[in-house]
């Protein structure tokens, strides 16, 4: 099974920061990473698909990129409805694998 | 438009078996993939398995044991079966459909909880 290293764990930013949030896998995964944003007491939304394929209607101030066994997400100028936790996903092969996920929080 | 719902019971003994339904509606499971992903509470996701459109099957190699996915296309349905449960299987668990990338819609989710 392909282990995804996520972190870092929590990450603390002020309104307008910049963040990125990384994984890393323990074998090449072909650019099959999704990003996923979780806020308390909901389901799941995606956000990006295939490294850096932003989902219809998610705001282009989130991003991906990366390739090989690294990848990245970031957000650029975090807004307070950005408040929530984001988790990576591989899906080259399955099983499919999650990583442990990043709580976003305001400074 | 596109739905997914889960249905099952609240509240399963421990060493039981949960049973649970995702009624998709909006797609046929002919034509996409259907996940059952879980969350425990506080915790992080954990992907469980699938239901691939031609009726395939994959599972989370952890719980591959216990666990049995299937599906009925003439209702829309979409089943698990999980084994032998024990207090640490109490989560959240959502249904979800892959199209291209994975999960672009997701149940609202059913909340499990193994307990005595």
């Known amino acids: 099974d392909i282990q995804m290293t996520q972190s870092p764990p929590s990450l603390s930013a002020s309104l307008g920061d910049k963040v990125t949030i990384t994984c890393q896998t323990s074998?090449?995964?072909?650019?099959?990473i999704a990003w996923y944003q979780q806020k308390p007491g909901k389901a799941p939304r995606l956000l990006i698909g295939?490294?850096?394929r932003l989902v219809s209607g998610i705001p282009s101030r989130f991003s991906g990129s990366g390739s090989g066994r690294d990848y990245s997400f970031s957000i650029s100028n975090v807004e307070s409805e950005d408040i929530a936790s984001y988790y990576c996903?591989?899906?080259?092969?399955?099983?499919?694998?999650f990583g442990a996920g990043t709580k976003l929080e305001l400074k | 438009q596109v739905q997914l719902k889960e249905s099952g019971p609240g509240l399963v003994q421990p060493s039981q078996t949960l049973s649970l339904t995702c009624t998709v509606s909006?797609?046929?499971?002919?034509?996409?993939?259907v996940h059952w992903v879980r969350q425990p509470p506080g915790k992080g996701l954990e992907w469980m398995g699938v239901?691939?459109?031609?009726?395939?099957?994959s599972y989370n190699s952890a719980l591959k044991s216990r666990l049995s996915i299937s599906r009925d296309t003439s209702k829309s349905q979409v089943f698990l079966k999980m084994s032998s449960l024990q207090t640490e299987d109490t989560a959240t668990y959502y249904c979800?459909?892959?199209?291209?990338?994975?999960?672009?819609?997701w149940g609202q989710g059913v909340m499990v909880t193994v307990s005595s």
């Open positions: 074998q090449n995964i072909n650019k099959y």
């Open positions: 295939f490294t850096s």
């Open positions: 996903l591989q899906y080259d092969n399955s099983p499919y694998t």
């Open positions: 909006g797609f046929s499971l002919t034509s996409y993939h």
């Open positions: 239901m691939w459109s031609d009726g395939d099957t």
């Open positions: 979800a459909r892959e199209s291209g990338a994975p999960f672009d819609y």
